[in-house]
């Protein structure tokens, strides 16, 4: 990209000469150019979905369904368990319900014809409040057993493990005859790796100078990452979502962005380099980087008047590129300033300007 801040220079003339003479110092105008606005930011390669694998039941582990390192796809049956116990539970807690299904019947029936008995003032209140208790019991029996069925049948299922993602699955911690408890831990651990997610953070000035909001970001800038080996990762990004909170002792906030990743060339914990691009480049006031003072109020340049005067002239920077600096305020395009030098001369005396 061609910048259009000239630079005049003047040989060897920077120091004052002998009897007050005027200092010599080149000058050029401030240009206007494209800045080429790509940002850099360290960045972490982080899972879309991990799910740690574990065992809801007691049993001996009878089998493992996949090779470690593979990709499996969700509803794959990764373990499966002796199952023994788990049918004969479930068969008793079934047996339970008919059980009490069937007496729940009678029971019902006896209250109903105790009931009548006692209106018509045969039965005694004793005995139709027996059979209401008899009967309200076995509901609640039935409840009760049903209930049991319920956990039973969760048991038995869980005698069998799918995946619940489709990613890549690590290294399975047990293998076939081992009894396995719930409290054994995770026994394997499966990653979505496609597509993948990059985390990085900006700066909340950054963020607010250069953006503003979250769409803004994502329709003005393009994604890259950069490995470690020093190339360019194939597939462009894209600005997923910004976190909800900035981190407090940093004052930055977590921005997240989605990348293909078919051949599994990211892997989680990876660290990358994320490149934002400006996809138009903003037009900008720049001045040569040599122009440039600095000091505790700000940074700033010597602006030269039609009388070869200079006055201080703070100015708000941008970004620098190709010994050019950008300004964000402060220098209007045309504007001479002293373009080398600058720290020999002294505001509102009258300079050479150099040839």
Do not use: W
């Not at 000239?6 to 120091?15: H, I, N, R, Y």
């Not at 000058?27 to 574990?54: D, H, L, M, S, W």
């Not at 051949?263 to 122009?291: E, G, M, Q, W």
Request: aromatic share 8%.
């Amino acid at each position: 990209m061609a910048l259009v801040c000239v630079l005049a220079f003047c040989g060897a003339c920077f120091a004052a000469p002998a009897g007050g003479a005027k200092i010599c110092v080149p000058v050029a105008k401030a240009g206007r150019a494209g800045e080429p606005e790509t940002f850099r930011y360290t960045a972490q390669v982080i899972p879309i979905a991990t799910v740690n694998i574990t065992s809801r039941i007691s049993a001996d582990l009878v089998s493992v369904g996949f090779k470690e390192g593979e990709h499996v796809e969700k509803g794959r049956l990764l373990y499966t368990f002796d199952d023994t116990r788990y049918v004969a539970m479930y068969k008793s807690d079934k047996a339970k319900i008919e059980e009490y299904e069937a007496k729940l019947i009678y029971a019902k029936n006896d209250y109903e014809r105790t009931n009548e008995l006692f209106k018509k003032g045969v039965s005694t209140k004793d005995e139709m409040e027996s059979s209401m208790s008899q009967y309200k019991s076995y509901q609640a029996s039935l409840l009760g057993a049903e209930a049991d069925l319920i956990l039973s049948e969760d048991d038995l299922k869980h005698c069998k493990i799918y995946s619940p993602i489709s990613g890549a699955i690590g290294l399975t911690n047990y293998t076939e005859g081992n009894y396995i408890t719930p409290s054994s831990g995770i026994l394997a651990t499966i990653v979505q790796l496609d597509p993948i997610r990059v985390k990085f953070s900006m700066s909340s000035r950054d963020f607010l100078e250069n953006f503003s909001d979250l769409e803004t970001l994502r329709k003005s800038c393009s994604v890259k990452i950069k490995l470690a080996d020093d190339t360019f990762y194939d597939e462009e990004g894209e600005i997923e979502f910004i976190n909800n909170e900035a981190v407090k002792s940093t004052d930055t906030v977590p921005i997240f962005a989605r990348f293909k990743n078919p051949n599994a060339k990211l892997l989680p914990n990876n660290t990358v380099a994320v490149y934002l691009k400006r996809k138009d480049d903003k037009s900008k006031v720049c001045v040569p980087i040599s122009a440039l003072l600095h000091d505790e109020e700000s940074s700033y340049v010597y602006v030269v008047d039609e009388n070869d005067i200079p006055h201080r002239r703070n100015v708000v920077l941008g970004r620098a590129a190709g010994g050019v600096q950008f300004l964000n305020s402060g220098v209007s395009e045309g504007e001479r300033v002293v373009s080398d030098g600058p720290h020999k001369v002294v505001e509102n005396v009258k300079i050479e300007v150099a040839k």
